[in-house]
């Protein structure tokens, strides 16, 4: 956790709970820096904060590990995003206790995608596709123990289905 | 949770929750059941235990969902295996808060790898390939906040380096 | 078939038999509902009528399968329509006798296909792209008995045929 | 129909009509006589005959031609399977009334698969894989109008899934 | 040949090797006409005269046979252009003695090239993309026996050559 | 030509036109000659001669552009074998005015035949892929003004026919 | 090195150096002469010289042999551009002792990359994508004994670690 | 370098030099040892040492670092080898100033491919594949202004070449 964030926790067990469950959204150049805003948004459906981070696992893996090592206290899923060779995503797995979710901009450059799934023995990001899915899968691994959370994922499964549902009776 | 399990659950709030934080293996025939029993003894290195299961989202729909529905109040991952069109990982974790973990045993067979990830708008399963990174994955999502897990990823990923570093000294 | 539809149709057998020799044109999503607007209207060109309807495999699986049930009666083709990881295909197929075209609008995403064919043992989806070919394959099946769309097939393969030669005699 | 099997023909009515509902298994070339008979073998699950017949859509199209003519008269259904670039499979469809469902013998080789699904239009050969799931398609295109064969898919139907749930206990 | 071209023909054995040594292009449909109009004024270059015909292998196969039949007497080299699933070219190819190059319009669709490669056995059409490439081809073929078009063929391989020795020149 | 042959050439004009019209078959290494030779074989079924030579695009061009030289003013078609990628198809076609015949040994490597197809322009080999399909395109080429290897073509076409009618009886 | 470049060289031993250590940047046509001149700004980063020439592999072979004879005296690196089937970089690389760094433009065209790796033993042209990453790889050849341009390596590399710190500062 | 190996070093300027001229083999797991093995006994055909080196971008970075580190003041250049997800080559060459050469052991996992070619800007890691290429690459790279590895590269490339003409002669 930054000190800047560091510095708003208020004393009470609650607040740092509720500041401790974040996702941490990683990406490996500001490139990506408006499809990671777009993961932040649509973790806020589910009541999730998020911090964004820029480092690459290429060009400064000192950097990397740091922001690794700052938040190895904390409650986090980190979401890792690079396009191209994806080193970070693997890189992030292998050098933290913490879930990672390996969610690469291919946009249609599928040949880009196997950089993030043929992972050595030992290293095993998640791969999930698009923003809100993203969102989804950091909300579920919180929604195990956190019942605020698992509320919000059942809320919003609901609302999924009921569109389908009112779009059935509309087409008929 | 099958209720030959059940009843074999100690009273103590302490046994509870050993049995509860499970992961429950989900396949969708049995061909893949020496591969599923792979997953699970790779969970044994973390502490964690396993239901094998067996249910199709194309033919037995739902019996998927009674299955999902026995679970709702357990703390368990799903990890959902099956070949060829993978129907089950979308159509569990969209039935379900649980986060869900696709682990198609795909082989060389890349061409299947596609329904695996290309998901609609609220389905999200995360995507790990091979027995060993599977069981990994599992491990770090309770190892959030579970201590005991914590420390069993901690010395898996410190064996992992030790190998390294052993094998670069042998090789010079 | 919807009780909207019930309610319209008069008691003489003739029209039972026009009424009940449809398709039921199933999307996983409105997004696909020009798509599927157009093969209903290609079905007309044999005489075809059919119902539009929206259920997801993923998320409302449930419905489909009531929507299954409710044509278990009539004589109908299904044909399905999902894009991305297409679910909705299989499942429709192995919870139904009756024959399911699927139709996934993929466009250039050819990755996508392997997930409508890739099938499991005893479910079997039959594939046909575009929706003029969907509209004529559907026909084809109705017109095995029926001579009134038999004619209309043969019809349309003429015309096809006659376009073809008309061609050839103005290039020249 | 061959001559040689009119002659078997009794002339009762309902003789006929079991022996005009049967698939004309149309292979381009006598390698894939074995896959074929293993189509012909499935059919026979639900009851179904068939025809084997080697023709080519390259070499002999007159050949073709007269096959299709033959069968012009009779309640079939054509399975066509050619490997490599199948030119069977769309010049069968072009050219007769009746559906019928390509069956392209690719094993690994994907790359022929598109020469089975890249119609032109007007041209609408069903694809599915494999002999099972294409004698099940064959089986519910004849089920619509003939219950006999439509209590043999809901037999086999319910079969699939009972070897599941079996599984399903047995694994437990 | 076609009978509107055979009257234009003055009965001279100069004129009539002229004329019968000639491309025939010959399209699936008249989408591709501007494609084959384009190759017909690339053989200009090598002095060689083209007619353009349509016909499809899967509707019109008779026709086809007709067409190839009309030039089995002449000196010709068949071009085929066909989109999607070229069943043409090796329909074409088995039912001519004459050479016939493929020259399917597959632009990006690499996916569709298969269908035009691989043949059975017997079946032997020879793949050129591109228009002005399939001219060359062609001419190169006449060149073996005819000195005009082997002089054609030299010098617009020498302005090709010329060309980048110019233009590397120019860069210098 | 070979010095070696050209010895035993008779200085008849029959004897010199049936030597001079043959094939060329010019490999990249001697890896590929049992390939190479089964072309030399298949060409014999249509009274084709044929040299086997070995040169290298890469390695050795020079000795590559003799070789076309020395064959300029014989009626040959060259056909080119070279595995992964190929130059030579290429590099023989822009040298010379004959016509070559690109035939890579590819097997299941078919990331490999781009080589062989996407050409600059002004560069044209033709790609058949397979011994005997090869000697079959060779064969047409000579067979537009050779009768003798026009008739061998008709017979070699005739009993690719009769094969196949001969077994849709024996299957019957 | 060109005649017209040699009369500008002065005589001291440092200025020989300095132009002897240059890139000779190949294309196959002047298609690819903006991406080459891209190459050679990008080279003047790390000081590095160079020169661009035009010259193809498949028709103007001896002019590339004459090219690289020319530069057989001096330290260079070449790096070859041809697009679509890639001959170029092979051929040079195999009739040079100097180091080869293959850079096809593919853009998005995937199939075309084959052609620049797949080579045949004794022929190893290096390949890099995008001009930026080409310059920095020939940069890093000569930076191996030439401190000057190791240190203009050495800035590059930390101007770039410096631009995603302080990104990440702003980001956060 | 290593302590073990500095310990040997006479302290004659001339044998710093031919020691200190040497391509660090660096693999990411023992797993591709021979493969590595291979690279060395290839390189001694141009007189070049070797180090094997075993360490993981994704599991231990700080002792890539450190390797790295090791070597800055020599004259190598960098040969990574690792499989799957190729983390490894863009990490090292990210972090040095050597020329670096990765040589993923894909086979035929073609998928893999690029990982180790889609780099980010200021990444340039050069692709060889197999072993014998990946040595005449590192020679080429020292053969610029040393004599003795420019002659060996010159007399490997003639021995290839003659090897081909030989070829030519038995074959004819």
Redo the contacts between chains.
Sequence with gaps: M?N?EKSKIVESEKVREVLSMRAVILM???VD?NFCREIADKLKIFGIES?????????????V?EILKSYEDE???FVTVA?????LS??V???T?????ASPPIG???????????????????????A???A??VA??????EERI?NA??E??KR??DE??K??K???
């Design positions: 930054r800047s490996g150049s500001k820096l911090d964004l981070r820029i480092a690459s696992a290429h060009k400064t893996p000192e950097h590990l409650e986090v899923v396009g191209r060779s994806n080193a693997g890189f797995d292998a050098n206790t913490k879930p990672v979710i249609d450059k599928w040949i880009d995608l196997f950089s993030s799934i043929r992972m050595p023995s030992g290293v095993a990001p998640m791969l999930v596709l698009e809100e899915n993203v989804l899968a579920k691994i919180f929604a195990i123990r698992r994922v059942k919003y499964q999924k289905k389908i549902l779009s059935d509309e087409v008929g």
